[in-house]
């Protein structure tokens, strides 16, 4: 099982970022996705989630409108478009997934079985 995350890096506030997560070793499909970002000194929190078949998204309050989260089974891949970047949004940016349906409950860190080891967004001033 495989949760590998990229597309992390340095950029200026106000651009845009996309994130990757591909998946190997399971069947993705039947999974939920979410990302989670992790600021230092901070808990990790939520980002995006999104469900099995990509027909239901969730979002923190704090990207809502910013962030688009999206999902493609075929090739095994999630992903996190991120605009018009905040420096508050620096954190190393984990992929997560779970066979729990209920985006509500879904926020939780806790209902994620397999995690991604990460990617750094800096998002500067």
């Known amino acids: 099982v495989q949760l590998q995350a990229s597309g992390g890096g340095l950029v200026q506030a106000g651009t845009s970022l996309t994130l990757s997560c591909a998946a190997s070793?399971?069947?993705?499909?039947?999974?939920?996705v979410a990302w989670f970002r992790q600021a230092p000194g901070r808990d990790r929190e939520f980002v995006a989630g999104?469900?099995?078949?990509?027909?239901?998204?969730d979002y923190a309050d704090s990207v809502e409108g910013r962030f688009t989260i999206s999902r493609d089974n075929a090739n095994n891949k999630a992903l996190l478009q991120m605009n018009s970047l905040k420096p508050e949004d620096t954190a190393i940016y984990y992929c997560?997934?779970?066979?729990?349906?209920?985006?509500?409950?879904?926020?939780?860190?806790?209902?994620?079985?397999?995690w991604g080891q990460g990617t750094l967004v800096t998002v500067s001033s």
């Open positions: 999104i469900t099995w078949s990509g027909r239901n998204t």
């Open positions: 070793g399971f069947t993705f499909r039947s999974y939920t």
């Open positions: 997560a997934v779970s066979l729990g349906l209920d985006l509500a409950t879904l926020r939780s860190r806790y209902e994620y079985v397999y």
